[in-house]
């Protein structure tokens, strides 16, 4: 089974500090994602990468950052925590097959900023 | 406009009950369809996916794509308390497919 692996399930964090949110993936997989789930907002990408040391900005970026040194590994950083970044953050990963491949999905970190 | 619409409910059947979820679309670019279920507390996972227009059938399953109305749908047959969660519709567009636009999702109750 595909695994992908969120470090923390819940987070608590004050205004300013500097958040990282770390997702692993163990099937070898070209692309990882990190996404906001937001109540009525449904998931919105926060950046992409399609391999190491390549990433995308996805619709929100900012006041995040990302890192990708090796394949199985996705950080999402948060430079200067604010309260309107309190949300479930998820990662996912899929394969690049030059076709829209199904996502597996971490079970999200829930971030409280306070 | 939102790319995706998708009621978000709740919606509250009892089991043995048909249940049908829906999303509607603006981008007519779009080609693959999906649907994820989401646990309480769980990341989504896929259900069901589906390339451009017809039907799909999987188990108790079945997914129906009409691009003419930009309308997709997912139906479940003899619900049962286990099918308890959020659904979320996804789709993207051959020209960027990697680029996922999803629904805010449909929180669905089957009471015993």
């Known amino acids: 089974d595909v695994k992908v692996t969120q470090s923390s399930r819940y987070l608590v964090k004050r205004t300013g500090e500097k958040v990282f949110l770390e997702c692993v993936q163990d099937?070898?997989?070209?692309?990882m994602f990190w996404y906001r789930q937001d109540p009525g907002l449904g998931l919105r990408l926060i950046y992409f990468?399609?391999?190491?040391?390549?990433?995308e900005k996805g619709d929100i970026p900012e006041g995040y950052s990302v890192s990708r040194e090796k394949k199985e590994r996705f950080s999402l950083i948060l430079e200067s925590a604010s309260t309107n970044q309190t949300s479930m953050y998820l990662c996912?990963?899929?394969?690049?097959?030059?076709?829209?491949?199904?996502?597996?999905f971490g079970s999200g970190t829930q971030l409280s900023v306070l | 406009q939102k790319e995706v619409e998708q009621d978000p409910g709740p919606l509250s059947v009892p089991e043995g009950a048909i249940v049908s979820l829906n999303c509607t679309y603006s981008?007519?670019?779009?080609?693959?369809f999906m649907w994820y279920r989401q646990y309480s507390r769980k990341g989504p996972e896929l259900l069901m996916y589906?390339?451009?227009?017809g039907n799909k059938e999987d188990g108790r399953f079945t997914a129906q794509v009409d691009k003419s109305s930009k309308y997709i749908s997912l139906f479940i047959r003899d619900s049962q308390p286990s099918d308890s969660a959020t659904y979320l519709c996804?789709?993207?567009?051959?020209?960027?497919?990697?680029?996922?636009?999803f629904g805010s999702g449909t929180k669905l109750n089957v009471k015993p």
């Open positions: 996912a990963s899929s394969r690049s097959q030059g076709f829209a491949e199904k996502l597996f």
């Open positions: 990468s399609y391999d190491v040391k390549m990433k």
């Open positions: 099937m070898d997989h070209e692309n």
């Open positions: 996804a789709m993207s567009a051959l020209y960027n497919f990697n680029k996922f636009y």
């Open positions: 981008n007519s670019a779009f080609q693959y």
């Open positions: 589906t390339y451009s227009s």
